[in-house]
């Protein structure tokens, strides 16, 4: 059931995140990032030895790049990392593992992780240095790699707003993986600007259905 | 502005511009492939990016940016109107899928069988890829962005790339401030010779065989 | 209406209400199971229908038809405040996905470890799958509500399936008119007798073993 | 490009449909169901020697069911297709081909059609009668089935509204299989209720973006 008033603490919603989680976290780089719920994590004893999938690890000292700098940080997944120079620090100092994969790949994935599908296969990145180590197999004449979903015990994700029920609606390209990550967790804890009665957000036009999401936060900052 | 004036980046992106159908959905990748966007007549081309939106539109003046609106470099974009949001899943569906037309890709090399290296440095840890191998193998026409040479003068277009390659799959048109290459069965083919260059020049600073 | 009043298959619905949780999203299958929306108090549940939409409401009075809102027995429906709808790939990610805590399905059989088969007849030809399969590894609970018998008056709960399983995945309760079996690692075991009903009937008229 | 036009003739859009095409029709029943586009193909000679994609065929003599009456289809792919006793007729005569899919695997192999994804594994299935022949392989120690992609030549679809771009909004239960078919075929045909001006579609709201839609049919029939 749906956790959902504007008066949520981060703090409470945050409980669910246990030291050794993999966390998923939306955004493309800081934009339609949890940025409240990432700070969130910084006071919050359990987020440590984290592997956290994003498509990026924030930026320097910003968003999860923050998160990296205090330690907190064990693995990153994603498909780009090269933007946030502490990434590239943390992992040539042998502090931080990376798995890289293509963005359409990660996307798919995390994607697969939520709709119950065990694995896929797609072109993208056969006979590349990505491929090392993965299964190929040829369909319709062409080779794929196979690729198995991915889950998380937590995802924190930003939404532009939720009703009640937690049914969300995004803000034009701060959708990016929100949506994908909030079918993929165990527990999806939402950050969202405003907090509107059931049946005010058109049913044709809701992109996230409550029954995928578990605690919503109200930053009550509109952006 | 004419083209001499223009940096060799708008050159490339202007020479760039007439290989666009017009009505055609286009990803335009970052950096030189973003300025074709500004040598397109007003909107002829739907321009995709893969964080999600379809229909993007000039960028926005100092008063008008909405950080919630950015293409895939990052920096903000408005959209125009009949522009659609969506999810990174549905967004590189629809490139994956061969639903975008042309990709604007730029290189780092480009080989004799017109395949390209632009993601990865040899001997440097490999951190970031982002959505060009998905371009590479989705996108219906691809189309390289490039200037001629490297920074330090050598030539990008090589018979073998020293750099990972992005994808197995050859681009169909490799684009510099100096020539035009078309990618064939039988190797590179040299289509079109910018007026400030010429042959000899081409020859020299080329080192991938064409024809 | 008294339970005596209702028919059996009300009687049955009416038995699996409780089990519901309150707040729980449910699939509700075709026949028996969609008659338990009767028996759950209003807004108790959110009922999701594999053809698209969260948040099925009360079957509309013969005015309020619309064509373009059905259940997935295509049979008319009405949408609560805070339902939505989504495509056919979407819902079955959220069945397959394990977001769906309960359904409740119909079956011809279940045998001694709880697997039930409810699509086929054996020796006729396979023409309809529906959803079933999908609902029945995804949903986190399944309910099965069924008749005790056949109308041959031959037990449904059967030590071996004759017709074709579902899933090899055992369901979670079994819920007839007569009485309720969980299904546990050890096999069914009886946990519920209706009142109208005794052990003498249900062991006659159950043929796997049960504890 | 999209042919949007509230006068472009259903004739002349399906002309794509040439004799042995593979289809996909959107609609669960009828609902959603392309009615004017499936008449249409009634008295289009290429409509002949079709393989057909969807959900059910129609209604005994309504729908898909009429195309099958005149002899139109030489095989159905879908998942439920008893509830139209002329499907069961024409198979039991041999004159009909059937492959039966669960729902969700139909829906998903559409989507991973449209998506450029090869195949995929779904637990669905797996230990039954559909699994007959089919690769199994054990992820996260549960079996799973392969299933490769669909794909089409032609998509007939149905949406409320289209822009004069060819984005597309669906109504209600009527979306179902629309959407997914629509990214699935080399050419989408979309019958609608209307066509409004650019612009007119909330950005946020559109289901189906224009890329996907090669031609717009405006029925003007409002229901």
């Given amino acids: 059931m749906t956790l959902v008033s504007p008066t949520t603490s981060i703090a409470a919603a945050l409980a669910a995140v246990r030291p050794g989680a993999t966390l998923m976290v939306g955004g493309f780089g800081l934009v339609g990032a949890p940025l409240a719920l990432i700070e969130g994590l910084l006071v919050h004893p359990g987020a440590r030895d984290l592997t956290v999938i994003s498509n990026n690890l924030g930026e320097p000292g910003r968003g999860l790049g923050r998160l990296l700098l205090d330690g907190r940080v064990r693995k990153a997944v994603g498909s780009y990392f090269t933007s946030n120079p502490d990434v590239v620090a943390a992992y040539e100092a042998g502090r931080l593992e990376v798995e890289l994969l293509p963005q359409g790949t990660l996307a798919e994935a995390i994607r697969a992780g939520g709709a119950g599908i065990g694995g896929f296969y797609t072109r993208t990145g056969w006979g590349t240095a990505l491929a090392q180590g993965r299964e190929e197999r040829v369909i319709g004449g062409e080779p794929h790699l196979f690729h198995e979903a991915l889950h998380a015990d937590v995802a924190l994700i930003r939404a532009r707003t939720a009703d009640e029920l937690g049914n969300l609606v995004y803000s034009k390209t701060a959708r990016n993986f929100n949506p994908d990550m909030a079918t993929a967790a165990d527990v999806v804890i939402a950050e969202v600007d405003e907090v509107v009665p059931v049946g005010a957000l058109d049913p044709e036009e809701i992109v996230t259905p409550h029954l995928f999401v578990d605690a919503v936060v109200c930053t009550g900052v509109a952006r | ?211």
Same sequence: chains 1, 4.
Avoid: C
């Fill in chain 2, 1 to 211: 502005m004419t083209v001499q004036q223009m940096t060799v980046q708008q050159r490339i992106a202007a020479r760039v511009a007439p290989h666009i159908p017009r009505g055609a959905v286009v990803n335009l990748g970052i950096g030189i492939p973003t300025l074709v966007a500004d040598h397109l007549p007003a909107g002829t081309a739907h321009l995709q990016t893969e964080n999600g939106l379809l229909g993007v539109g000039p960028t926005p003046g100092p008063g008008e940016i909405d950080p919630d609106l950015v293409h895939a470099g990052k920096l903000p974009v408005t959209a125009r109107p009949g522009a659609s949001y969506f999810a990174s899943s549905a967004s590189f569906g629809m490139i994956r899928g061969g639903h975008v037309e042309v990709a604007v890709l730029g290189a780092l090399q480009i080989d004799a069988r017109g395949r390209i290296a632009n993601w990865a440095l040899p001997g440097k840890p490999v951190l970031g890829v982002g959505g060009a191998m998905d371009l590479l193998v989705g996108a219906r026409t691809v189309i390289v962005a490039t200037t001629h040479t490297a920074k330090d003068g050598t030539p990008k277009i090589v018979a073998d790339a020293t750099f990972p390659l992005t994808a197995q799959r050859p681009v169909d048109l490799v684009v510099t401030e100096a020539a035009t290459f078309a990618v064939t069965p039988g190797g590179l083919e040299l289509v079109d010779i910018a007026d400030d260059h010429d042959l000899a020049w081409i020859r020299t600073h080329t080192a991938a065989p064409f024809r």
